[in-house]
């Protein structure tokens, strides 16, 4: 009896928590599809403001798209060696640059893009590009990736399994590629899930970063709901969350753990 009472409270308080949670993002996709939010969903529903989301912020969501996708190759670039290094060579130095790695994300992003417009504001044809904006996203998504591939690394026994591939001939490329990168697969795809998804809804820094021919989808956003009706923001919402939830479910998708396949040897040999 106790237990059904404890299971009936923590069922409560999760369901309160997923209420409290996801009432405002229906609400709030709702008055983007009525007619007229302040009299409700009596108004009727209409695509409309939709289709006014579409016609003036498209490149909004193409550039989104397109920062996010570039800012995860550049982390993969980058940051799948770096963590490689730090677990390899574990000392004081290595500990303080996992540290500096981090500061992006402890500094205000505003303070970050200042120091960005400070020092490369003065390149014209940089300054008014995405890739300006591509900087500042990297730098901020970059220690996700690093300590997402860094706690996998850290939890293996690198050591044994590249001096084990090492003694069977294979060298520096081989074990990185067979050895490190099939054993880190789901600090890659957990780093990769969050920079995609923090790229693509980053505000403060691109609010200072971005120009008027460069607006990302969160910066079109505010504009939509300090500017416009009310309905246009929120199905500018919609549209934001019809881009988000697939790329979300796609990369949890490849995250789950592949299934190996043993055939016996019996029947490998029949």
């Known amino acids: 009896m106790k237990n ?24 709030s996709i709702l ?7 302040l009299v409700g969903i009596e108004s009727g529903l209409t695509l409309r403001w939709v289709y006014a989301v579409w016609d003036g912020y498209r490149d909004t969501i193409f550039l989104s798209i397109g920062l996010s996708l570039a800012c995860l190759v550049v982390t993969l670039i980058i940051g799948i060696p770096t963590a490689y290094v730090l677990a390899k060579r574990q000392s004081g130095l290595t500990r303080a640059i996992e540290e500096l790695l981090v500061m992006p994300v402890a500094v205000p992003g505003l303070a970050t893009a200042l120091a960005l417009i400070v020092t490369y504001g003065s390149l014209s044809g940089f300054r008014t590009s995405w890739a ?13 990736m690093v300590r997402s591939v860094l706690a996998v ?20 490329i081989d074990r ?24 693509m809804g980053e505000f403060n820094m691109t609010w200072l970063l971005h120009t008027p021919f460069n607006k990302t989808l969160p910066v079109g956003l505010a504009d ?6 009310l309905e246009i923001g ?12 697939p790329l979300l479910l796609a990369l949890q998708a490849f995250a789950q753990p592949r299934q190996t396949k043993f055939v016996a040897e019996d029947d490998h040999h029949d």
């Open 4 to 27: 059904k009472w404890l299971f009936t409270l923590q069922l409560g308080f999760t369901l309160l928590v997923c209420a409290f949670l996801i009432v405002p993002v229906i609400l």
């Open 31 to 37: 008055a983007g599809l009525t007619v007229n939010y």
């Open 176 to 199: 990185f590629r067979d050895i490190v990168l099939p054993n880190c697969r789901t600090g890659i795809l957990a780093g990769s899930l969050m920079v995609v998804t923090l790229s």
């Open 224 to 229: 939509a709901y300090a500017s416009l009706r």
């Open 234 to 245: 929120s199905a500018y919402t919609l549209v934001f969350f019809l881009m988000i939830v």
């Open 153 to 172: 690394l850290m939890a293996i026994d690198l050591k044994t399994l590249e001096e084990g591939a090492a003694s069977l001939g294979a060298g520096f």
């Open 132 to 144: 300006f904006i591509l900087v500042g996203h990297v730098l901020f998504t970059l220690p996700f």
